[in-house]
Nanobody, 118 residues
């Protein structure tokens, strides 16, 4: 069984920054971790892609977020990060970590709340 646990969410003013982390654990080898990513879901909206990153570091971003958000990973620590800068009220959402594991499938974290408010 694979577990993904997010942290780093909270309340921040517009223009501020947050750094989210997601640690993956379970009966797996680190080498089995493939793509990892971040998604978000705001009230009354569908869950949407924020960013994804391959094991080799190739990244994909939502067009509207590219330039403000940066995804990265530490393969040795089974961790993926999301650096969020210049936050806007529209970024308020629950942010979810997703990881693709070879020989197993996709796994989701429980989510961490990010609230951007003045």
């Amino acid at each position: 069984q694979v577990q993904a646990v997010e942290s780093g969410g909270g309340l921040v003013e517009p223009g501020g920054s947050l750094r989210l982390s997601c640690v993956v654990s379970g009966r797996i080898f680190s080498s089995w971790l493939s793509d990892m990513g971040w998604y978000r879901q705001a009230p009354e909206k569908q869950r949407e892609l924020v960013a994804r990153i391959s094991r080799g570091g190739r990244t994909t971003y939502a067009d509207s977020l590219k330039g403000r958000f940066t995804i990265s990973r530490d393969n040795a620590k089974n961790t993926v990060y999301l650096q969020m800068n210049s936050l806007k009220t529209e970024d308020t959402a629950v942010y979810y970590c997703n990881v693709r594991v070879q020989y197993s499938g996709d796994f989701w974290g429980q989510g961490t709340q990010v609230t951007v408010s003045s």
